[in-house]
């Protein structure tokens, strides 16, 4: 535990100081889901708290069930507490907004568009047409950002699982939101695909240093990609543990450091590596 405290506290980034304002406050937030003729009612979460302060890349863990994709939604607005509040720049979430894109595990790319006009979808709304003048220009911007020049227009199934991944990101960047919210979405990826993923997503996210909330089951993709773990416990959960993840980037999984965080992580979720 000696050397899991001292990689909360040492390393290349700083923690983030205590009187800078949080970006998004999740205060004692609980929800149930009321009951149905089938079922009682069920506790989901139960008393959430933890801040995220702005361009943080935070991940969140926990068993299957245990409600990260719930706060995922609750932060996006598509869900309501039935207790507490959440809150970004002080101000509690009521809808959906602009702001925060969920970038989901399942493709939701539309097939009948190519990578282009996937990525251009949102600047063509009305809503968001003042936010980007030359919205031709951002997608070839945005594809490039992901890597994926001279791809602009082939469609959905022309592409590759971590291509699509890829479209999805510039498309939830397109709209320059403050928040992305990413529900496992790489999860559905193979392994070697996976890595180059994460890597691309650190690189996105140096780039642009949007704030993010990502959702996984892997402990090692936990630690090498954020900067600090949510560690959630069983249903009802609750935060069982924050963990600052302050060792210099690039990250290996053979760093004797991130194996001890690991096993840690692992013991608080209750399994062995």
């Known amino acids: 535990m000696n050397d899991v405290a001292t990689i909360a506290r040492t390393g290349a980034h700083a923690s983030v100081p205590k009187d800078i304002p949080s970006l998004i406050s999740f205060r004692d937030v609980s929800l149930a889901f009321a009951p149905s003729a089938r079922r009682g ?20 863990i926990g068993p299957s069930g245990c409600g990260k994709s ?10 309501h507490p039935t207790g507490g509040t959440v809150l ?17 595990q399942a493709s ?3 097939p009948w568009l190519t990578a282009a006009g996937n990525v251009a979808y949102g600047l063509r709304l009305r809503s968001n047409r003042e936010k980007c003048l030359d919205w031709r220009a951002r997608v070839t911007e945005l594809l490039h950002l992901v890597g994926l020049d001279g791809f602009e227009r082939h469609y ?28 496992e979405p790489l999860s559905a990826l193979d392994a070697l695909t996976r890595l180059t993923m994460q890597g691309e997503l650190i ?4 780039e642009t240093r949007k704030t993010i909330l990502f959702v996984t089951h892997d402990i090692d993709e936990a630690i090498i990609m954020t900067d600090r773990v949510l560690v959630m416990g069983p249903r009802p959960s609750t935060l069982k543990e924050q963990i600052r993840v302050e060792l210099p980037r690039p990250r290996h999984r053979d ?9 840690h992580i692992a013991s608080l979720l209750g399994v062995s590596i």
């Open 41 to 60: 009612s069920l506790q989901v979460l139960r008393g959430v708290n933890f801040e995220v302060q702005a361009g943080e890349f935070v991940c969140i």
């Open 70 to 79: 719930t706060l995922l939604s609750i932060l996006a607005g598509y869900r």
């Open 88 to 104: 970004v720049h002080g101000a509690p979430i009521v809808a959906p907004g602009a702001d925060r894109v969920m970038v989901f």
């Open 108 to 110: 939701t790319l539309f």
């Open 156 to 183: 959905p199934v022309e592409l590759s699982g971590g291509m699509r991944q890829r479209v999805e990101v510039a498309r939830a960047l397109a709209v320059d939101p403050e928040i992305l919210l990413m529900d």
């Open 203 to 206: 690189r996105i996210w140096q």
């Open 255 to 263: 760093e004797p450091k991130l194996g001890a965080l690991s096993r």
